[in-house]
């Protein structure tokens, strides 16, 4: 950490925004040595869906957010915790094979890979439905595994019981992804400065493309 977290004066309040495919354990460990160690900062995590958070972090509501988007979504302030390509998947179980209506399992109604990918099906000439929304990595890995449909998901959430779908019209490489934390625009306070740098340690994920900043 490029800060030390040994001013146990700070006082204040800070709330931590993440979306609904957070590590909540992870995170509630995070914030819980943080206060241990700073007792004068009320610190918060509220937990919704990304739409939400990223509303907060612009309204002021949240300091710091904790959500995913690929590079257009990114802000020279942003710090990135971990990149990962984005891939098709579908369960071993079940192809999907060209010539039926292919259903997706995609992230909730804000899912922004459904942004990326239906246009993409789209232009290929693939009819698709989305067959289930569920707003976990963890659900959506889980319903594709059982072959209830197709989804994009990054790379690193491969399981053996999936693999990648490659139907017989070519789709376009899909964008990389980025998992990042983002600070109000109006909060550049020593404590959400100390809160962030600890949440990048902890969270970036070890063997994965990491920056310190976007580009």
Same mark, same amino acid.
């Given at each position: 950490?490029?800060?030390? +977290?040994?001013?146990?004066?700070? /006082? #204040?309040?800070? /709330?931590? &925004?993440?979306?609904?495919?957070?590590?909540?354990?992870?995170? /509630?460990?995070? +914030?819980?040595?943080?206060?241990?160690?700073? =007792?004068? *900062?009320?610190?918060? +995590?509220? *937990?919704?869906?990304?739409?939400?958070?990223?509303?907060?972090?612009?309204?002021?509501?949240?300091?710091? $957010?904790?959500?995913? #988007?690929?590079?257009?979504?990114?802000?020279?302030?942003?710090?990135?915790? !971990?990149?990962?390509? +984005?891939? !098709?998947? /579908? &369960? @071993?179980?079940?192809?999907?094979?060209?010539?039926?209506?292919? =259903?997706?399992?995609?992230? #909730?109604?804000?899912?922004?890979?459904?942004?990326?990918?239906?246009?993409?099906?789209?232009?290929? &000439?693939?009819?698709?439905?989305?067959?289930?929304?569920?707003?976990? @990595?963890?659900? *959506?890995?889980?319903?594709?595994? #059982?072959?209830?449909?197709?989804?994009?998901?990054?790379?690193?959430?491969?399981?053996?019981?999936?693999? *990648? !779908?490659?139907?017989?019209?070519?789709? =376009?490489?899909?964008?990389?992804?980025? $998992?990042?934390?983002?600070?109000? =625009?109006?909060?550049?306070?020593? @404590?959400?400065?100390?809160?962030?740098?600890?949440?990048?340690?902890?969270?970036?994920?070890?063997?994965?493309?990491?920056?310190? @900043?976007?580009?």
């Amino acid at each position: 950490s490029t800060r030390s +977290l040994d001013n146990a004066d700070l /006082t #204040g309040a800070v /709330t931590v &925004g993440a979306d609904s495919d957070a590590d909540v354990p992870q995170l /509630t460990r995070i +914030l819980g040595s943080f206060r241990r160690v700073h =007792p004068g *900062v009320d610190v918060n +995590l509220r *937990v919704d869906r990304a739409v939400n958070i990223r509303a907060g972090i612009d309204s002021g509501e949240v300091d710091i $957010a904790l959500i995913q #988007g690929i590079d257009e979504h990114l802000r020279s302030t942003d710090r990135i915790l !971990w990149t990962d390509d +984005l891939v !098709w998947v /579908t &369960g @071993t179980c079940c192809s999907h094979d060209d010539g039926e209506v292919v =259903p997706l399992v995609a992230f #909730g109604d804000d899912c922004f890979y459904r942004e990326i990918g239906e246009p993409m099906l789209d232009a290929a &000439g693939i009819d698709y439905r989305v067959a289930l929304s569920v707003p976990s @990595t963890e659900g *959506v890995v889980a319903s594709v595994e #059982g072959g209830l449909g197709v989804a994009i998901i990054p790379r690193h959430n491969m399981t053996d019981r999936l693999e *990648v !779908w490659e139907p017989t019209e070519r789709l =376009p490489e899909l964008p990389r992804v980025h $998992a990042f934390a983002r600070i109000s =625009p109006d909060d550049a306070s020593e @404590t959400v400065g100390l809160l962030v740098d600890l949440i990048a340690d902890e969270l970036c994920e070890p063997g994965m493309e990491s920056f310190s @900043t976007a580009s």
